[in-house]
C-alpha cells in the first residue's frame, strides 16, 4: 500500500521509467548470470577438451616409443651375429653383441631365449634385478617366437618397463628376443614438452612415473574421462586413460592441469561482466527516460499523425506554431516524416543495387563453382599419377605422395599468407593502437621478424619441395631391381641417379669436409642391359669409396680433400669401359684377391654383409658378359673398372626408345 502511494506521488515519466528500469534490469542482471555460468563452464570444458587432447598424443608417444622399441628389437635380431650366437647357444657371443647396443639404445633389460625358454642372456638394470618383473607371458611368447609388446610393472607397482619380444629366426625359428625400457619421469617430460599440463602414470593406483614433485605412493581416484582431483593440496582438472596390458593390474595415463589458471580467468570474466552489467544498467536507465519523454509528449496529434503515416501518407505534416515542447514534437514528427521519404528512396535504390550484386555473386559463385572443378579434377589426376608410384621402389612411393601434397598446397599457400598478411597490415594502419595484451604478444612473438621471416619460409619449402621431387625422380630411374629383361639405358643417367641418392653422403658434415666427384663422360649410346642391376653395382661400387674415403679422414689428418673420379669410354677393342676410383687408404695386397668372394668384408660386425662386391661380379660377369677389375696400391686409393661388351652390329638406332638416346 506505501508503494502505491509512493507510485502515485511520482511524476508520468517516472512512473514510465521505474517499471521499464526493473524490468530491464531484471533481464540484464538474469542474462549476465546465465551467460557468466555457461563462459565459465565453457572454459572449463575447454580446459577439459585440451586435457583430452592431449592425453591421445601422450597415448601416442607412448605407441610410437613401442614401436620403436620394436624396431631396435628387430634390428638386433636380423644380425647375423645374434643369430649365429643364438643357434650355438654361446653366451659369451650374445653378450659381447648385446651388452654394447644395451648401453647405446639405453635399454634397461636384454634377454635372450632359446627354443625351451632357457635364458641364454639376461642383462637387467639395477630395478630389476632388486624388484624383480612380472612377465609371466612375455618370457613364454619370446621363446614360441610371438612378437609382442607390453607394459610390464614390478611386483610392487614401483616400476613400469614398455617390453616387447621379437622372434629370433633365420629360416627356422631359434629362440626370441626381449627388450626393455623403463618408464621414467624424463620421458614423461619429454613427451610433455611445450606443454603445462603435467602427466601421473599409474599401475592400478600406485604411482609409476610422475612429473608432479615428489608425487609418490598411491592415488585414489575413479577413472572418469572429466574430473577435479586434489594432489598434495592443488586442484587440477583431470583426465584418464587405460591401456591395455596382459597383466591384471591397470596401467592409466592420469593428465593433470592446474586450476589456477582457469580460476584466474573466471575471476576476470565476472568482473567484466560486473562492470557490463553496471554499464547496460546506466544505459538502460537513460533510454528509460529518454523514451519517457518522448512518450508523455501530446498523444493525441501524434496519434493522428502516426495512423496516417502509417496508412502511406508519407506527405503528412504537421504545423510548427508553438515553442514548447508541442512545437518540437512537431518539428521532430516532420523530420521524421522527411526521414522516412529520404530512406525509402534510399531503400528502393539499395534494393536494385543489393539485386545487382546477389546476381554479381551468383556469378562470382558460379566462377568458383567451376574452379573448384578444375582444381577436382587436378586432385584426382594428380591420385591417379600417384598411384602409378606403385610401380617404384617402395621408398620412392612413400615420399612421393606427402610431397606432391605439400607442392600442390604450398602454391595455394603462398598467396593466401600474402593476403592475410596485407589483411594484418592494413589492420594494422587503420588501428595502430591497440590493446597492451595485444602489444605484449606482438613483441612475444616478435611479429616484425614474422612479418618478413614468413614468405622467405615458405619460398625455401617450394623449393625444398621441388628438389625431393627431383630426387623422387632419381629413385625412380635409379629403382629398376625388379625388370628380368634387357632393356636400352644411359649409363650416364644411372651413374647420375645413384649418385643423388648418395648425395647426403658426399656431402660436407660436422666432421669431415665435402666429398667432391670428378666425372669425364665420354660418347656412350645406349646399351641393351639389365639397367636395375648395373644400379646396384654403382651403388655397392661407389658405397664402398665412400666408407673407404671417411676412414682414411679418421685416421689421418693430413688427408683433406677426398674426391671419387668417374670416367666412361671406350677400349681399344670396342668394349664399353667405367671407370670409379677414389684417393683413399686402399686395399692391402693380401686381401685383393679375395674382394669378390661371397661373405669377405672388413668391415665391423653389423656393418656389411660381405655380398655386395660380390654380386657385383656376377652381376657384371654372368648377367652382361662382361669383366669387373679391381686395381689398388695401398695408400693411393682404388680403381674398378667395368668392361661391358658392345657390338654395334647389333644396334639398330630405330630399335632404341627415345627416353633412352
Avoid at 616387447?164 to 614423461?188: D, Y
Avoid at 539499395?350 to 586432385?379: D, G, I, P
Avoid at 619441395?465 to 650416364?492: C, G
Avoid at 669425364?520 to 642391376?533: D, K
Amino acid at each position: 500500500m506505501q508503494f502505491l502511494r509512493f507510485y502515485r506521488r511520482l511524476s508520468l515519466r517516472q512512473k514510465i521509467v521505474l517499471p521499464f528500469l526493473a524490468v530491464f534490469m531484471t533481464i540484464l542482471l538474469i542474462g549476465a548470470m546465465a551467460i557468466g555460468y555457461w563462459l565459465t563452464q565453457t572454459l572449463e570444458q575447454q580446459g577439459y577438451a585440451e586435457l583430452e587432447d592431449f592425453s591421445r598424443r601422450v597415448q601416442s608417444d607412448l605407441q610410437a616409443s613401442q614401436e620403436a622399441l620394436i624396431a631396435k628389437a628387430q634390428v638386433l635380431a636380423d644380425q647375423p651375429s645374434i643369430r649365429q650366437a643364438v643357434a650355438k647357444g654361446d653366451r659369451a657371443a650374445l653378450m659381447q653383441a648385446l651388452l654394447p647396443a644395451k648401453a647405446e639404445l639405453k635399454l634397461d633389460w636384454v634377454k635372450v631365449l632359446d627354443l625351451q625358454a632357457q635364458n641364454l642372456l639376461d642383462l637387467q638394470n639395477e630395478t630389476i634385478q632388486q624388484r624383480g618383473l612380472l612377465d609371466p607371458k612375455i618370457s613364454t611368447s619370446a621363446a614360441k617366437g610371438i612378437a609382442l609388446d607390453d607394459w610390464v610393472s614390478t611386483p610392487d607397482d614401483a616400476r613400469t618397463f614398455g617390453v616387447v619380444t621379437v622372434p629370433i629366426k633365420s629360416k627356422t625359428l631359434m629362440g626370441g628376443l626381449i627388450l626393455g625400457q623403463e618408464l621414467t619421469h624424463s620421458n614423461l617430460v619429454r613427451i610433455a614438452q611445450g606443454s603445462s599440463k603435467q602427466i601421473v602414470v599409474l599401475s592400478g593406483q600406485q604411482v609409476v612415473a610422475s612429473m608432479v614433485e615428489n608425487l609418490q605412493g598411491s592415488i585414489a581416484f575413479t577413472p572418469r574421462s572429466q574430473q577435479r582431483i586434489t594432489i598434495q593440496g592443488q586442484q587440477f582438472l583431470a583426465t584418464s586413460l587405460e591401456i591395455p596390458r596382459w597383466s591384471d593390474r591397470t596401467l592409466t595415463i592420469l593428465v593433470l592441469s592446474s586450476t589456477q589458471t582457469l580460476e584466474a580467468a573466471q575471476k576476470v570474466l565476472w568482473i567484466r561482466l560486473l562492470g557490463v552489467l553496471l554499464l547496460g544498467g546506466l544505459l538502460i536507465t537513460l533510454v528509460g527516460f529518454r523514451i519517457a519523454g518522448m512518450i508523455t509528449r501530446p498523444i493525441t496529434i501524434l496519434t493522428q499523425a502516426t495512423q496516417s503515416l502509417a496508412a502511406g501518407n508519407l506527405d503528412r505534416a504537421l504545423p510548427v506554431d508553438r515553442l514548447d515542447e508541442v512545437g518540437k514534437l512537431s518539428n521532430a514528427f516532420n523530420q521524421m516524416a522527411e526521414q522516412l521519404r529520404h530512406l525509402f528512396a534510399v531503400l528502393e535504390a539499395a534494393n536494385s543495387q543489393l539485386e545487382q550484386r546477389v546476381e554479381e555473386r551468383t556469378q562470382e559463385l558460379s566462377e568458383a563453382l567451376n574452379q573448384l572443378k578444375k582444381t577436382q579434377a587436378q586432385m584426382i589426376q594428380a591420385e591417379k599419377m600417384s598411384s602409378l608410384g606403385k610401380l617404384v621402389a617402395g621408398i620412392a612411393h612413400e615420399i612421393n605422395n606427402p610431397v606432391t601434397f605439400i607442392y600442390g598446397n604450398l602454391e595455394h599457400l603462398e598467396p593466401a599468407t600474402q593476403k592475410v598478411l596485407e589483411l594484418i597490415d592494413l589492420y594494422q594502419l587503420y588501428y595502430p593502437k591497440t590493446e597492451a595484451d595485444i602489444e605484449n604478444r606482438l613483441t612475444e612473438i616478435e611479429w616484425d621478424y614474422l612479418r618478413q621471416d614468413i614468405p622467405a619460409m615458405l619460398n625455401s619449402m617450394r623449393i625444398g619441395s621441388q628438389r625431393i621431387r627431383e630426387i623422387v625422380l632419381s629413385l625412380r630411374n635409379f629403382s629398376r631391381l625388379d625388370e628380368a629383361e634387357t632393356k636400352w639405358a644411359d649409363i650416364h643417367q644411372g651413374l647420375e641417379s645413384t649418385l643423388l641418392i648418395l648425395r647426403h653422403r658426399l656431402n660436407a658434415n660436422s666432421t669431415r669436409p665435402q666429398i667432391e666427384v670428378e666425372r669425364n663422360y665420354g660418347e656412350l649410346p645406349p646399351i641393351l642391359c639389365h639397367p636395375g642391376l648395373l644400379n646396384q653395382v654403382f651403388m655397392n661400387i661407389l658405397t664402398n669409396a665412400i666408407d673407404a674415403l671417411e676412414d682414411r679422414l679418421k685416421t689421418d689428418p693430413s688427408f683433406t680433400r677426398p674426391y671419387i673420379f668417374i670416367s666412361t669410354g671406350f677400349t681399344q677393342r670396342n668394349r664399353i669401359k667405367i671407370v670409379i676410383a677414389d684417393n683413399g687408404p686402399g686395399i692391402p695386397e693380401d686381401i685383393q684377391s679375395q674382394i669378390f668372394d661371397p661373405f669377405f668384408t672388413t668391415k665391423p660386425v653389423g656393418q656389411g654383409t660381405g655380398m655386395g662386391m660380390s654380386i657385383s661380379y656376377q652381376i657384371i660377369t654372368e648377367k652382361h658378359q662382361g669383366n669387373l677389375i679391381c686395381r689398388s696400391t695401398p695408400g693411393n686409393g682404388c680403381e674398378f673398372k667395368i668392361l661391358l661388351p658392345y657390338n654395334p652390329q647389333r644396334t639398330n638406332r630405330s630399335d632404341i626408345p627415345i627416353n633412352a638416346q
